[in-house]
């Protein structure tokens, strides 16, 4: 673990911003001035763990989240910088004479879109979340107009420029994490030892069986996103993930007005589409999706979140 004030690869690290069992995430800035103007302000530098029992599998996937999003420009899709490798780091878990990988990007201010979540009891904040949908549909249909497919679209994947509540700049929307990402005539396995890669609460039917990947794809996994964060869970909430599997391949895309009475009927029909279990079912592009939804609740009001006591936590 690199501490504050430590110089890496060039870079000055500010704050610890979180971290997984494959990388860390730091915000820095350059160290000195001579620096790429363009990159002036803080930057988010993700360092790869030198774990030996699967370094290289991460390795390949940290290449691919560089490689893949560098060939992407475009507003809200998190812009990739640099990337190289240095000795591990003290403190490692990994073997000392492997090197971790690094890279740089465009630095995030604000959380995960998870926090547009609503919680039990609260009602989503529509205004924001169409405006969200409307940052991160545009962006994957320009991923998909490079023949790239991202694979892995859900709220955690998806960065907000602040937190939703406070009051400032108007809130933007940023794609992230290509490291499962693949092109549209990548014919690689989709699945290694049975497992099937991506987050399995948004993965579609043909995701699932391991058959041929189109826009679509990600076109379902978007749909399960925007279910998520108006309803507060995605559309199939089980226990296992045998028993999600089962759902994204054999049961009804659940009516969004069970879950929220006061949504517009429309409101189920149009993700009855976009959740379809067939490809060439769904809409077009995820532009579509959300330019239907956005006419649908244009005069539709929302129901005010109950006030809670500040005298008991939020958290449950």
Request: aromatic share 6%.
């Amino acid at each position: 673990m690199f501490e504050v004030g430590e110089s890496v690869a060039g870079f000055t690290i500010d704050d610890f911003l979180g971290g997984g069992a494959s990388a860390d995430v730091f915000r820095v800035h350059r160290t000195g001035d001579d620096g790429d103007p363009s990159c002036d302000g803080p930057l988010a530098l993700k360092v790869l763990h030198p774990n030996a029992s699967d370094h290289a599998r991460v390795r390949e996937r940290f290449e691919r989240e560089f490689g893949i999003a560098s060939l992407l420009d475009h507003p809200h899709i998190v812009r990739m910088i640099e990337h190289g490798e240095i000795a591990s780091p003290r403190g490692s878990l990994g073997p000392r004479h492997l090197p971790s990988m690094w890279l740089t990007m465009q630095y995030i201010g604000g959380p995960a879109a998870t926090a547009l979540v609503p919680e039990r009891g609260d009602e989503p904040d529509m205004d924001t979340i169409l405006r969200v949908a409307m940052q991160i549909a545009d962006a994957l249909d320009h991923a998909h107009s490079q023949d790239i497919l991202h694979r892995d679209v859900k709220p955690a994947n998806i960065l907000l420029s602040r937190t939703p509540r406070s009051v400032g700049t108007p809130l933007d929307a940023y794609l992230s994490d290509f490291g499962i990402a693949q092109f549209l005539d990548d014919t690689r396995p989709l699945a290694r030892n049975g497992r099937v890669q991506g987050s399995i609460g948004y993965a579609s039917p043909e995701l699932l069986q391991a058959q041929k990947l189109t826009p679509a794809t990600d076109f379902y996994a978007f749909a399960c996103t925007l279910v998520e964060l108006i309803t507060g869970t995605p559309p199939y909430p089980r226990n296992t993930a045998f028993a999600i599997t089962y759902a994204h391949l054999n049961d009804d895309p659940p009516k969004l007005t069970r879950r929220r009475p006061w949504l517009p009927s429309a409101m189920n029909s149009i993700f009855a589409k976009a959740l379809a279990k067939s490809p060439e079912d769904r809409y077009p592009s995820c532009t579509a999706l959300v330019e239907i939804l956005t006419r649908l609740m244009r005069d539709v009001p929302v129901p005010e979140s109950p006030q809670r006591s500040t005298r008991w936590p939020r958290g449950r």
